[in-house]
């Protein structure tokens, strides 16, 4: 008897793609059985009855994992995508609610789509007795605001409504925050770079004001799955002891796993067809055959471009089939966002394309398939994508590949790319360019005391310090204690000798306005639209110069602009909407300078160091190129001051003798030892820039971040170190430890930037190995076979060294004169 292969809608197309090589591995996953366990009984009867109604007669195993874990303390959920985490938090929730009337809970989401999605959740239970939940984010009404404080329950809010329009007002919100019994915080997954420091330090200062007022709320998080679940809930927080529940009950759906990659078009120059054509092919050949499905795209402008390349494929035969694809970003009115996610609910839509405000758990309805259309910077977000399809039982994953370094590794190595275990999420809330504007923030909504540091950490007072140096706080000492706000314990007792505090120096300032949660630092550029006089948004004052300078095309919500004028003394950039057919490429001369070594230790035949440098930065000029085929068209001069920022950063020094290459600084003598292999001083250059960018392109392996998160420099002498060196820093002022990562994992950045150089089948280096979209030098000079050499040194090195006596292990350096300075 003959198995009879079951036809889905996309099978015909993976056959012709298996055919001609597009279709690079395939993988199942799942089906697999849920487990089932009964309601914890000694949730309140009303919410048992709730949950009878919802015809809920049992839950999966995690689901009251979590509620008994909730029970005992804080907790964080890290499970699948669809395996019904909200229920994980809302169930504990609303046993607090119906067991005490004046209890209140704080939602916190990192979209507004999010806190509307679990709004209906909440309302589906039924309680309207107990349960009064409300959003309070930007866009509800400011006359409907006072009526949420006094009566809503449950608020569901974000992060920067908390941050600015919540807790600098907290005697507005006395009620809740005397009452506040549990703390959400739903996909904390997101949380984590530059964003997910500004929300750690919001999170320290919501407890902070609860415990004011009295109350120590329970912290509920969820989270997709990464590496490190309990260590980032702790970060996120501050506080210790998280319950995890990790193991996922929920069935899990058959799922076709598909890896895609364009075909070449020039194999000499790595050149491949477009990932976004690609892809509009590709799914309008899926909408053609019937299939419901969901695109993910890194960029709004891409968003756009996909959506305009299916909808002209699809009018070519079935201009309402057409009609029934649409894209969603952020950027939208609250009118178009409601009304987009209403069709998606309803399943009126055939297919959306979407940057990540979908990734999320948003309940958008049944999905056949989800494709991602090149990397989306960690593994982690890739798999929460792929599990949006397959919610009818089984479904279609796919990742179309692009041209960047890391599509194509992974496109070489799809079986590591498959097995490959998710990140672990990185954040600093001490960056002191992050803490020390929500220092003053916390000094705003009450002095600050030595009992603050239970809240904002044991090295506070050290940064209230410079603080007050620069003119920002004030030192009031000992005397009768003041009341931090209202409602606050007074432990030392009002009237006795109280404890010196900080309080700011101009009462009147706002200055939670003044942090944008996306930003690590607060000195910024705004960026102005001279046809409407909109203010488009800002930038970042250290990237003002190489993103919007003057001539700069500029993207914003999808539409592109040009900069006509860099205003430095006011401190904006003018610009007006733009339809060429270029982009622009600044080119730049990065200096750094060795501050502070904090590491050190020796290993594959270099010195590899960890520490703070400064580093400056002149844009020189910039390049225009074509959209279409990315060739230059003409550089233009620039005359800018240089900038300069402090970061972490790692770096290595080469080491001639150790690695067995000739002297690297003159390329090596004709008296040379047999086994040293000479580089030429016209290819060391190259070979130290194309090491660079291997190494930044593969970072996101084992860091979740973004390669635009990091920057590099690589010298044949830099004054310092007196030899060839490279350095890789934290693109963010401050650094928010993604080079501190590298630095322990060193070896496996080298084993992975080499596989990614050695296997690219191109002859000189191109987009998929050692060119840099981002480079500075416009990509100049570089050399792969070079950067080959070096690494395959390296790597020799470290395993005659682990085959000898023993590996050489960390070494102290505190001789340094580094570390005396």
Not at 526 to 552: K, M, N, P, Q
Not at 665 to 679: K, L, M, R, V
Request: with cysteine; proline share 6%.
């Amino acid at each position: 008897m003959s198995l009879q292969r079951t036809i889905e809608p996309w099978s015909a197309l993976l056959d012709e793609a298996r055919e001609d090589g597009r279709l690079v591995r395939e993988a199942r996953e799942g089906p697999g059985k849920a487990r089932l366990v009964e309601p914890p009984e000694e949730l309140h009867p009303e919410v048992l009855a709730a949950l009878s109604r919802l015809e809920i007669e049992r839950l999966y195993s995690h689901q009251a994992e979590a509620v008994y874990a909730s029970w005992e303390g804080s907790t964080i959920v890290t499970t699948g995508t669809a395996s019904g985490k909200s229920m994980c938090f809302n169930l504990p929730t609303l046993d607090v609610l119906c067991r005490d009337t004046r209890a209140r809970a704080l939602y916190l989401y990192p979209t507004k789509a999010l806190a509307q999605d679990q709004a209906r959740a909440l309302a589906s239970f039924g309680l309207t007795k107990h349960v009064r939940p409300a959003i309070y984010d930007g866009d509800t009404p400011r006359e409907a605001r006072a009526d949420i404080r006094r009566r809503a329950n449950v608020v569901l809010t974000n992060p920067d409504m908390l941050h600015v329009g919540i807790l600098p007002n907290h005697p507005a919100w006395a009620e809740m925050f005397a009452n506040l019994a549990v703390v959400v915080v739903d996909e904390a997954h997101v949380y984590r770079g530059v964003f997910g420091s500004h929300v750690a330090n919001v999170l320290r200062r919501l407890r902070r004001i609860a415990a004011a007022y009295g109350t120590t709320p329970r912290f509920l998080l969820t989270s997709a799955t990464i590496a490190n679940p309990v260590e980032l809930a702790e970060r996120l927080t501050g506080l210790e002891d998280f319950n995890l529940v990790d193991v996922d009950g929920s069935p899990a759906p058959g799922r076709q796993i598909a890896i895609w990659n364009p075909p070449l078009t020039d194999e000499d120059l790595g050149q491949r067809r477009s990932a976004l054509a690609e892809a509009a092919e590709l799914l309008a050949r899926l909408v053609r055959d019937g299939a419901r499905l969901i695109c993910f795209m890194k960029s709004r402008k891409g968003v756009e471009v996909l959506h305009k390349l299916l909808v002209a494929d699809l009018e070519e035969d079935d201009p309402e089939l057409a009609r029934l694809v649409a894209p969603y970003r952020a950027g939208y009115t609250s009118q178009q966002r409601r009304e987009l996610e209403g069709r998606l609910v309803r399943g009126e839509l055939r297919a959306v394309i979407t940057t990540d405000a979908l990734e999320l758990g948003i309940d958008i309805g049944e999905l056949d398939a989800a494709v991602v259309v090149t990397f989306p910077g960690t593994v982690a977000s890739l798999r929460q994508m792929w599990g949006r399809a397959g919610r009818r039982g089984r479904g279609l994953a796919v990742y179309v590949a692009g041209e960047d370094a890391l599509d194509q590794f992974f496109c070489r190595h799809p079986d590591d790319f498959l097995e490959r275990p998710v990140e672990a999420a990185i954040l600093d809330h001490e960056n002191a360019q992050i803490f020390r504007p929500h220092l003053l923030c916390a000094a705003h909504e009450g002095p600050l005391s030595g009992e603050d540091a239970e809240f904002l950490g044991p090295r506070w007072e050290a940064h209230a310090e410079v603080l007050q140096s620069a003119g920002e706080l004030r030192h009031r000492r000992g005397g009768a204690r003041p009341t931090a706000v209202p409602g606050r314990s007074d432990r030392g007792g009002a009237g006795r000798g109280g404890p010196n505090t900080y309080v700011p120096r101009e009462a009147g300032g706002y200055p939670a306005a003044e942090v944008s949660l996306r930003s690590a630092s607060p000195d910024s550029f705004a960026i102005v639209d001279v046809a409407s006089g909109e203010l488009l948004g800002s930038t970042e004052a250290a990237r003002a110069h190489s993103t919007v300078h003057e001539g700069a095309i500029y993207l914003h919500l999808g539409r592109s602009y040009e900069v006509r004028e860099l205003d430095l003394q006011r401190r904006r950039a003018l610009v007006a909407p733009f339809d060429g057919d270029w982009y622009t490429q600044p080119k730049r001369v990065t200096d750094t300078t060795i501050e502070r070594l904090l590491d050190r230790r020796s290993t594959l035949g270099v010195t590899l160091s960890f520490g703070e440098v400064s580093v400056t930065d002149t844009v020189l000029a910039y390049q225009r190129r074509r959209l279409a085929d990315h060739a230059p068209v003409e550089l233009i001069g620039l005359d800018l001051p240089p900038t300069s920022f402090s970061t972490q950063a790692l770096w290595f020094e080469l080491d001639a003798a150790a690695l067995g290459l000739a002297d690297l600084t003159i390329g090596g003598s004709p008296e040379g030892n047999a086994s040293e292999i000479a580089i030429p001083i016209e290819s060391l250059l190259g070979a130290l820039h194309a090491t660079e960018h291997a190494q930044i392109a593969v970072l996101p392996l084992i860091a979740m971040c973004d390669r635009w998160d990091i920057g590099g420099l690589s010298t044949n002498l830099h004054p310092q170190t007196g030899g060839a060196t490279i350095f890789i820093y934290d693109g963010h002022p401050g650094g928010i430890g993604i080079t501190r990562t590298a630095f322990h994992r060193f070896e496996e950045l080298c084993r992975d930037a080499h596989r990614l150089i050695a296997e690219c089948p191109c002859a000189s280096g191109c987009p998929s190995c050692v060119q840099s979209p981002k480079c500075g030098n416009l990509n100049e000079p570089l050399s792969k076979a070079g950067a080959r050499l070096l690494l395959e040194r390296m790597l020799a090195t470290g395993e005659e060294a682990v085959a000898g006596e023993s590996t050489e292990g960390r070494r102290s350096e505190r001789d340094s004169p580094l570390l005396k300075a």
